[in-house]
């Protein structure tokens, strides 16, 4: 049983190669009272600013999990910051604890970073493929380990958190905004986690309270009239979906309102 997060394609494509009963964080969330017990029950999810996303962090702590292995795959961009050894730390502090926790290299989807047309073609160079078969055979003999971070990962962490504490928020809202193109579509809004985008008038109207600053929605937009309300963004024409993976799997995913989109 593996559970999963995802905004545009990278974790759910490592799940799909990992577990056959695949599990929705944002879907599973709507319901209480939430146990499970499987013999090997996993967790994969992007990383956000160095850590593992809020959702993810509610999701593990107000769920009771019973399996003989439970593992966390994350996947990242461009620096994973020890986030391996401090999601343990955390784990334990709530009484729980993995047996295995492992991050992997992907397309970096952090628009506010990176021109996503650059980072085209970055899977075969990051190795994504062997990165996924090499943890899936460690999670098939039930491998015991949590990364290690070499110093010069910490680093990045301690700078970084180092720099917000300095400078204040990453995001500030509203974050969004909607320029001429916009077709009403509603895909915006199908795509959230979080159901903070109905369509008011046939154009998104958010309201940011429970927004996780995934990007589902602004990635997703197909005539790309979403944009940063601002930020300045490397390319704000290029997008990112993985490319093994299709919109209609992140919205049956991440779709909170069965009629969002529709009003
Ligand atoms: C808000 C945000 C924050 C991110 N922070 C980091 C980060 O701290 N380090 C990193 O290497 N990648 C970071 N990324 C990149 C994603 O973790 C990475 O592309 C991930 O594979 C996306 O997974 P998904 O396609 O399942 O959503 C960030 C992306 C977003 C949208």
Known sequence: MVFYFTATGNSLYVAKQLDEERLS???????ENRRYKAGTIGIVCPLFEFEIPRLVKEFIRDSAFEADYFYLVVTYGMHHGGVAQRTQAWLESLGKAADYINTIIMHDNALIV???DQQRGVEAEKQVDAHIDAIKSD????KTMIQQAP?????FYRHFTEWIRQSGPMYTFPLYRVADGCVGCGTCARVCPRGCVRLADGKPEYDYTHCLSCMACI????TKALQFATI???NPNARYRNPHIALREIIAANQQDPDAGNR
């Open 232 to 234: 300045r963004e490397p």
């Open 139 to 142: 999670i098939a003999e039930k």
């Open 25 to 31: 964080i944002p879907r599973e969330m709507r319901k």
């Open 151 to 155: 110093a010069e990962e910490t680093d």
């Open 219 to 222: 990635q997703a937009c197909p």
């Open 114 to 116: 990176f021109d996503m």
